[in-house]
């Protein structure tokens, strides 16, 4: 389930950069961890930051919302059709 999770995607991402990176210390793999574990924490903080404010955008919008993606999916159909 988690391949359709774009969290999962920009983690693995932070992920390969953190322990990629060539670091000139002993202690190596516990700051790449701490980078990793660092990089997952901003990225969950900021994905519930923008979470909330697409909530309030859609609960004030509700219906344009709706209406909108109704459009795009009629679109998306009518251009898979061709």
Do not use: C, E, P
């Not at 790449?32 to 994905?47: R, Y």
Request: proline content about 0%; cysteine-free.
């Amino acid at each position: 389930m988690q391949a359709t999770n774009v969290k999962v995607y920009l983690y693995y991402v932070a992920g390969l950069g953190g322990f990629t990176a060539v670091f000139a210390t002993t202690h190596g793999v516990w700051l790449k961890l701490l980078v990793m574990v660092m990089i997952g924490a901003i990225g969950t903080l900021i994905w519930s930051v923008v979470g909330h404010y697409l909530k309030t955008f859609y609960n004030a919008h509700a219906t344009l919302v709706n209406w909108v993606v109704a459009l795009l999916l009629v679109v998306s159909i009518v251009d898979l059709w061709r």
